[in-house]
T-cell receptor, first 113, second 113 residues
């Protein structure tokens, strides 16, 4: 099956801890995206990558970091600098950055202990 | 600034009655418009998209939307609601020349028996 997978489904973070959320796609898409979703709000873009070894900050990049070493993978690290990390995190991909249709993974819910 | 407004945070209907979810966008540039649906704790699924072809767009699960430039609207409709339609719906805009998507704050559709 082709698609986007995110793991884990739920993730717990302790104070001062960095955690990494996984996003993998086998759609052969060049572009990948990370969004944050909070209750009652739309999705907000954290980072995006148009191609391997390249990525750009989105609207709320502070406290987050990413890497894009492989086309299929775009992991997101939530650092200790992110003071309010509790949210639902969604990964998406598109054929390329010029393609408007984005396909979403099932999401990871991050909770702070 | 580019923006999209979903006029209702919640819409309640009875099963078998029509559904109307309203969306307006800012008119600075020619947009591409999307509706996505999100079931609880799931990723977003594309319902339909408008990209300057026919103004009436048909999507999956019996949904359709009409692009009205004069009203800067892209309302989502369905003739007869089903219990499985209960979910959150997001209106999304992408403006020509911009790579990023702009998300509305979502409308939660409640369907009662």
């Amino acid at each position: 099956d082709g698609g986007i997978t995110q793991s884990p489904k739920y993730l717990f973070r302790k104070e001062g801890q960095n955690v990494t959320l996984s996003c993998e796609q086998n759609l052969n898409h060049d572009a990948m995206y990370w969004y944050r979703q909070d209750p009652g709000q739309g999705l907000r873009l954290i980072y995006y990558s148009q191609i391997v070894n390249d990525f750009q900050k989105g609207d709320i990049a502070e406290g987050y970091s990413v890497s894009r070493e492989k086309k299929e993978s775009f992991p997101l690290t939530v650092t200790s600098a992110q003071k309010n990390p509790t949210a639902f995190y969604l990964c998406a991909s598109s054929i390329n950055a010029g393609q408007e249709t984005q396909y979403f993974g099932p999401g990871t819910r991050l909770l702070v202990l | 600034a580019q923006s999209v407004t979903q006029l209702d945070s919640h819409v309640s209907v009875s099963e078998g009655t029509p559904v109307l979810l309203r969306c307006n966008y800012s008119s600075s540039y020619s947009p591409s418009l999307f509706w996505y649906v999100q079931h609880p704790n799931k990723g977003l699924q594309l319902l339909l998209k408008y990209t300057s072809a026919a103004t009436l767009v048909k999507g999956i699960n019996g949904f359709e939307a009409e692009f009205k430039k004069s009203e800067t609207s892209f309302h989502l409709t369905k003739p007869s609601a089903h219990m499985s339609d209960a979910a959150e719906y997001f209106c999304v805009v992408r403006y020509t020349g911009f790579q990023k998507l702009v998300f509305g704050t979502g409308t939660r559709l409640l369907v009662s028996p």
